[in-house]
């Protein structure tokens, strides 16, 4: 029963590079979020999707990009490293709206280094 | 806009102590409210949820959480901690009518518990 599966775990990249850090759930989630977590700041939405085909902003979107090709699958683009994007990643999927159906289900993380 | 307070950033106590975390929301209408707890190293993980009915709810761990309406807050309660409890603890509010379909985090409260 894997759930959430994010990779890499951890990653340093130089400024200006791109990547791509994946997220796949096995759960059939419609629903499916990136948070970046910053230390005393909580979680912040990067992207998230209702379905498949279907991707909408979230509250720190810039320098950020998604596809949501399919159920499963939701990776998040960096095209353009920068030192703000120092962070931890997560992934998170859940049935519906995170409310009366299931909550959130977060992945293991992904720490980015820029520098 | 819609927010989630917590009072605290950072709560320090000995085991066996009594703990309260305080949240609010600001919102009007109706809404859907956890708690998630991250312990180190590890990923966000539901402790309890609150949809509607009795504004005590249970959770796992001995956690509980009561839902005050008129005071629009959802404050995390245990009787007494155990050095284990140290994690960071953030509270979550989602709209279950909310076209947008985001959960939205409070900055978290870091629990250290002394042996």
């Known amino acids: 029963n894997a759930g959430v599966t994010q990779t890499p775990k951890f990653r340093i990249l130089k400024i200006g590079q791109s990547m791509t850090l994946q997220c796949a759930q096995d759960?059939?989630?419609?629903?499916m979020y990136w948070y970046r977590q910053d230390p005393g700041m909580g979680l912040k939405l990067i992207y998230y999707?209702?379905?498949?085909?279907?991707?909408d902003k979230g509250e720190v979107p810039n320098g950020y990009n998604v596809s949501r090709s399919t159920t499963e699958d939701f990776p998040l683009r960096l095209e353009l490293a920068a030192p703000s994007q120092t962070s931890v990643y997560f992934c998170?999927?859940?049935?519906?709206?995170?409310?009366?159906?299931?909550?959130?289900?977060f992945g293991n993380g992904t720490r980015l280094t820029v520098t | 806009a819609q927010s989630v307070s917590q009072h605290n950033h950072h709560v320090i106590l000995s085991e066996a102590a009594s703990l309260e975390l305080g949240c609010n929301y600001s919102y009007g209408g109706t809404v859907n409210l956890f708690w998630y707890v991250q312990y180190p190293g590890q990923h966000l993980q539901l402790l309890l949820k609150?949809?509607?009915?009795?504004?005590l709810v249970k959770g796992i761990k001995g956690f509980e959480a009561e839902f005050i309406k008129s005071k629009f807050s959802f404050n995390l309660r245990k009787p007494s901690v155990q050095w284990s409890d140290t994690a960071e603890y953030f509270c979550?509010?989602?709209?279950?009518?909310?076209?947008?379909?985001?959960?939205?985090f409070g900055k978290g409260t870091r629990l250290h518990i002394l042996p």
């Open positions: 979550a509010v989602s709209l279950p009518m909310n076209r947008d379909d985001k959960i939205i």
């Open positions: 609150y949809f509607s009915g009795d504004p």
């Open positions: 998170a999927s859940s049935y519906s709206a995170g409310s009366r159906n299931s909550p959130l289900h």
């Open positions: 999707s209702v379905g498949a085909g279907i991707t």
């Open positions: 759960m059939n989630h419609n629903y």
